[in-house]
Each structure stands twice: as structure tokens, then as C-alpha cells.
């Protein structure tokens, strides 16, 4: 199975269906929760680069697989807002793409 934002969301759904009663649901009332969630675990990540070289996150190991699994911790939170809102993989693409087209031509580069 390809691991796209769909495949994400809906793992996150079957994640949260386990463990419904026991975490704060996923509605518009607790994305603030799951928002405040994420930035701790980009907080965790960041605590991964502060206390180890680039170079050593770069390659395979023990230090990378620790940054890596904080990032998947930061889109399962990501994906935990997006169900939150009720933010479809759809809506999302549609958004996500219109902002790079955007990006894409928002700044001058020096040399031109």
C-alpha cells in the first residue's frame, strides 16, 4: 500500500477509532489540542538536531531512525487536524498546489 495523504487518513481513523473514550476526539472543538500535540512533537524532532550532527541524521541509524519517527509522530498530529476540520486529502491537494503555483512565482530571484 502507497502511503499518501489518503492511506494517512485513514489510518489515523482506524488510530483513533481504537482508542476511542480513552483520547480527546476529533472534532473542531480539540484541533487546537491536536495543533499544540504537533508542535510538541516538531519540538521533539528539533531536540533530535540540537543534540546530534546533520551529517549523523543524514544517515542510516539509530539517531535517524529516532528523527524519523518524530516526524511520522508530527504528520500522524497533522493528520489528526485534518480530520479534526474535516480537511479532505482533496481539498488539501487542491490548496497545497494552488499555494506552490503561487510560491513559484512570489519571489524574484537575484539573477533575474
Not at 500500500?1 to 483513533?16: G, I
Not at 551529517?55 to 535517524?64: F, L, S
Not at 493528520?79 to 476540520?85: A, E, G, P, T, V
Request: aromatic share 10%; proline share 5%; glycine share 6%.
Amino acid at each position: 500500500m502507497s502511503l499518501d495523504m489518503q492511506n494517512m487518513r485513514e489510518m489515523q481513523q482506524v488510530l483513533q477509532a481504537r482508542y476511542a473514550g480513552w483520547w480527546e476526539p476529533v472534532d473542531p472543538e480539540h484541533g487546537k489540542n491536536k495543533m499544540l500535540w504537533m508542535l510538541a512533537e516538531l519540538g521533539e524532532a528539533i531536540q533530535v538536531v540540537k543534540r546530534h550532527p546533520a551529517d549523523e541524521i543524514a544517515k542510516p541509524g539509530e539517531v535517524r531512525q529516532e528523527f524519523v519517527e518524530e516526524l511520522a509522530d508530527v504528520l500522524m498530529y497533522f493528520n489528526d487536524i485534518m480530520l479534526c476540520f474535516d480537511i479532505t486529502p482533496g481539498e488539501f491537494e487542491t490548496v497545497y498546489r494552488g499555494k506552490h503555483a503561487r510560491n513559484m512565482t512570489r519571489w524574484k530571484k537575484p539573477c533575474e
